[in-house]
């Protein structure tokens, strides 16, 4: 394949990677609320985690950046305390589980690159809720919203590892 026919292929499946992230971010916000505010099942991380393996960082970075923004749209809306925090949490996520997959990769598994991402996630919605609501006590949340992380990070990890499984049977999938 010559350059020019490369990129237009990467261009689409980066494309296909945010849209499917997106929709998962508007199912997400569908589904009934987890009685903790803030507690979110993480779904869209599933495709951001296999960008990062699959794809790189930059593209993750795209996904994880356009997801945020297409989710919102059918959501609260770009103006809002919601779109900040998923915004915020969706980079700090995509930034430590990059980092921890570039320099500890040996050390970590999808299932924990997920757990960093669910966890780093929850620090940086707690740290916008605390600067919009000018309430540092918002932080003390932490603990609670941990007992969901753990086990969503633990399924969006698992759930990342078979889908990277079954991309690496698609012929010419890689970008």
């Known amino acids: 394949m010559n350059r020019n026919t490369d990129s237009v292929r990467r261009l689409v499946i980066i494309s296909m990677l945010i849209t499917m992230a997106s929709i998962l971010h508007v199912i997400e916000g569908l589904l009934p609320a987890i009685p903790v505010t803030g507690a979110r099942l993480g779904l869209a991380n599933i495709i951001t985690l296999t960008t990062i393996v699959y794809f790189g960082y930059g593209n993750a970075l795209a996904v ?37 997959h570039k320099y500890a990769k040996k050390y970590f598994s999808l299932i924990g690159l997920s757990l960093v991402g669910a966890i780093s996630h929850n620090i940086a919605q707690l740290a916008v809720a605390s600067l919009f609501l000018e309430e540092i006590a918002i932080i003390s949340m932490f603990p609670i919203l941990m007992i969901f992380a753990v086990p969503t990070g633990i399924m969006v990890g698992l759930v990342s590892r078979y889908l990277t499984q079954a991309m690496d049977k698609i012929p010419y999938f890689r970008a």
């Open 64 to 100: 994880a950046v356009g997801r945020t923004v297409l989710g919102s749209l059918f959501g609260p809306g770009l103006i809002s305390v919601g779109f900040a925090m998923s915004f915020a949490g969706a980079l700090l996520s995509w930034a430590l589980m990059s980092l921890a």
